[in-house]
């Protein structure tokens, strides 16, 4: 068992009302796993993420990762986790239009203390890695949308993290190219790297091992990919999609 | 080796961080350029007024030394307490035979002359000069640094026979039409007449106080005036060195009140002032004034600090994504405050650089402006330091408040932020 939360309430505040986004949800990942979340917005689904990568906090309940407690740890702590075993995907890439492909990817490497050359060695590594070895030196600007994508996963695993999390990766993809992206997260998968990723699409969840649905802050579904109903069993009404503001 | 290591962790942030905010200063050149603007004009201002004044007291300070700083004067002064309040001038009058015995009494001194000064028309021929007849004793050479240009200067026998000689200036040779070799010649003056024994320099112009007397000055014996004429005297007395006019000071008031037999408690009737003690002063309040100057056009310095706080908080606004990106890839708070700082500080110590130069230019402006008493102006090392210094703090009180809200902002916030 490499994450276990445990009971994980998250109340935002919202004037004098509270709002569970998470419900003392308990979740547990094994190492070398391949989860989808997915569920309406407001399911609470990205706050699931955000916790999993240490940029939030839950009001209550325990996260173990690799048998540390982090619920327990200081900004700083988590500053630390969130650079050494996590690494972040994001739906819009995230990337800094200013800064080219090898200084975009060795970015968390700064902030691990590793010198100048060692952080472009190890760009440079994942960036062959990910496909891009002929275009270390472009900007975002002169990248393709699954190129930019493609480099920010490779940010993500320049620093070699425990758990890969990302947010709707294929979100800003036309179809042809979240084929490529999905294959590569596949080939990561099957170079052992553990993955969870947050997505609306049944073609995308397809290609993991296992599908958490989530509603109202809960988890009403987590089966391996084979056993899971579909959308047919989601007690919204099947249409994946939720209004903003109906009550949780 | 724990200290070391946090150390060594802290000097790379700091050098990460500045490379991150060359890169970034590079990045918004123009932008850059015009936030430093207020900082470059502060410290240009600052350093061209601190060179003016540091050129002002280099001219004073040339003038006193051409006073002599190890000279003291002598003189008569009525107390403003006790009973000589009332007393006649001719009782507190120095006398000569009161400064005999003077240099036995007081170590410090190392020779005097008593001076005595009366106005007379000197007469050659048909030419007349009103002048100022100045008796004076052969020490007095020592003391003034006014070399014989011509001839000899006065001897013990002159001043001992009370001997009808002079010495003019060369002023005085070409007012009276003396000849070009005008040693030998006789001038009347106080209904006698005197043979010209040498040729003395005249006395400096004081450039800054702008007293310069102009009256020809015309310098007899002092035995052979007081014959003629029983008015006030002064004298000057020269100390071993500088340093020791203070305790040659002291050692004079301790000798003349006793000669005066002033009881303790009872004020001086005479006074005696150093040149040095002046020139503390002086240096003392001119330090004052630079540093009140200084204070006063730093001010804009504090306008230029808002500028840059202005500046980097629209900075933090518009990167506020990328904060939150670096935030969720792991930097800490610190990385991000100390990111942002530097940055604040460079472009400080940017404007600093740049408006060295310009007060380094302005400064050769100043020093060229004719008969404005400033050509030694020149910036004085600590005003460099001190604008570095500044610009540096500047740049930390006003880059604190936007990288403390950089280095506050929720990643998750950040990252939503458009």
Same mark, same amino acid.
């Given at each position: ?46 706050? $699931? ?8 906090? *839950? ?18 702590? $988590? ?17 800094? @239009?200013?800064?080219? *492909? ?5 970015? @968390? ?22 496909? $891009? ?116 | ?7 060594? +962790? ?32 502060? !410290? ?35 107390? /403003? ?18 400064? /005999? ?23 050659? &021929? %048909?030419?007349? !000069? /009103?002048?100022?007849?100045? +008796? ?56 006698? #007449?005197?043979?010209? !024994? ?8 004081? &450039? ?7 009256? %020809?000055? !015309? ?11 029983? =008015? ?17 000071? #002291? ?11 002033? #009881? ?30 200084? =204070? ?33 890839? =792991? ?51 600590? #005003? ?35």
């Amino acid at each position: 068992m490499m994450i276990q939360l445990e009971d994980v309430t998250k109340i935002y505040k919202m004037g004098v009302e509270r709002i569970a986004a998470l419900d003392k949800l308990s979740l547990r990942i094994d190492e070398n796993e391949y989860v989808a979340v997915m569920g309406p917005s407001g399911s609470g689904k990205s706050t $699931l993420m955000n916790i999993l990568g240490c940029l939030d906090r *839950a009001t209550s309940g325990t996260y173990q990762l690799d048998g540390q407690f982090l619920h327990k740890m200081g900004g700083g702590g $988590l500053a630390r986790i969130r650079n050494r075993r996590i690494g972040f995907v994001f739906q819009s890439f995230e990337l800094l @239009p200013r800064l080219n *492909a090898i200084k975009n990817v060795s970015l @968390p490497l700064i902030y691990s203390g590793i010198g100048w050359y060692g952080r472009r060695k190890r760009a440079r590594e994942v960036l062959r890695r990910v496909g $891009l070895g002929d275009r270390m030196r472009h900007r975002p600007n002169q990248l393709s949308g699954g190129e930019k994508q493609r480099v920010a996963i490779a940010r993500a695993l320049v620093v070699n993290p425990r758990i890969l999390l990302a947010d709707e990766p294929t979100g800003n993809l036309d179809s042809k190219t979240s084929t490529e992206i999905l294959a590569l997260f596949d080939d990561l998968h099957r170079q052992g790297q553990t993955i969870v990723m947050v997505t609306h699409e049944e073609d995308v969840a397809r290609h993991t091992g296992r599908i958490v649905r989530m509603a109202d802050g809960r988890i009403w579904s987590d089966r391996p990919r084979d056993e899971d109903g579909g959308r047919r069993a989601d007690p919204a009404g099947g249409d994946g999609e939720r209004k903003e503001g109906q009550p949780t | 080796m724990i200290v070391f290591r946090l150390l060594l +962790g802290l000097g790379r942030l700091l050098i990460r961080s500045v490379f991150l905010a060359l890169g970034q200063i590079w990045a918004n050149k123009g932008r850059s350029v015009l936030t430093t603007i207020g900082i470059v004009i502060g !410290v240009a201002s600052v350093t061209a007024v601190i060179a003016a004044l540091t050129g002002l007291r280099a001219n004073v300070l040339a003038d006193f030394e051409s006073l002599g700083v190890n000279k003291i004067y002598l003189h008569a002064s009525r107390p /403003d307490k006790g009973r000589h309040k009332v007393a006649r001038w001719n009782e507190l009058m120095l006398q000569p035979d009161e400064l /005999d015995g003077m240099l036995d009494h007081c170590p410090s001194v190392v020779r005097f002359t008593r001076i005595s000064e009366m106005p007379a028309a000197a007469r050659f &021929g %048909e030419q007349t !000069v /009103d002048a100022r007849i100045i +008796g004076i004793e052969p020490a007095w050479h020592k003391i003034e640094d006014r070399p014989i240009l011509e001839g000899r200067p006065f001897s013990l026998i002159d001043e001992t026979a009370a001997r009808a000689v002079c010495l003019v200036t060369p002023s005085m040779q070409e007012a009276l039409h003396l000849d070009r070799n005008c040693i030998g010649q006789r001038i009347r003056f106080l209904g006698r #007449a005197f043979r010209i !024994v040498g040729v003395v320099e005249p006395a400096t112009q004081f &450039g800054v106080f702008g007293i310069g007397r102009k009256n %020809e000055e !015309v310098f007899i014996p002092f035995r052979t005036l007081r014959k003629m004429f029983r =008015g006030g005297m002064y004298a000057i007395a020269a100390s071993r060195s500088p340093e020791a006019s203070e305790e040659a000071r #002291a050692e004079i008031r301790f000798f003349l009140r006793r000669k005066r037999k002033l #009881a303790p408690g009872e004020p001086d009737t005479f006074g005696a002032e150093a040149i040095q003690k002046f020139l503390e002063q002086f240096e003392q309040m001119a330090t004052m004034v630079t540093l009140v100057a200084g =204070g006063i056009v730093g001010i804009s310095l504090l306008v230029g600090g808002v500028g840059i706080m202005n500046i980097m908080l629209v900075s933090v606004s518009e990167r506020t994504r990328e904060i939150g990106l670096r935030k969720a890839v =792991g930097a800490r708070p610190s990385a991000i405050l100390l990111q942002f700082l530097v940055e604040a500080i460079m472009l400080c110590l940017f404007g600093g650089l740049i408006g060295l130069l310009c007060g380094q230019l302005l400064t050769t402006g100043i020093a060229a402006i004719p008969k404005a008493q400033l050509e030694r102006s020149y910036i004085p090392a600590w #005003a460099v330091a001190l604008s570095f210094g500044f610009s540096a703090g500047v740049g930390i009180i006003f880059g604190m408040f936007p990288a403390i809200k950089a280095a506050r902002l929720d990643p998750i916030e950040a990252l939503r932020h458009e």
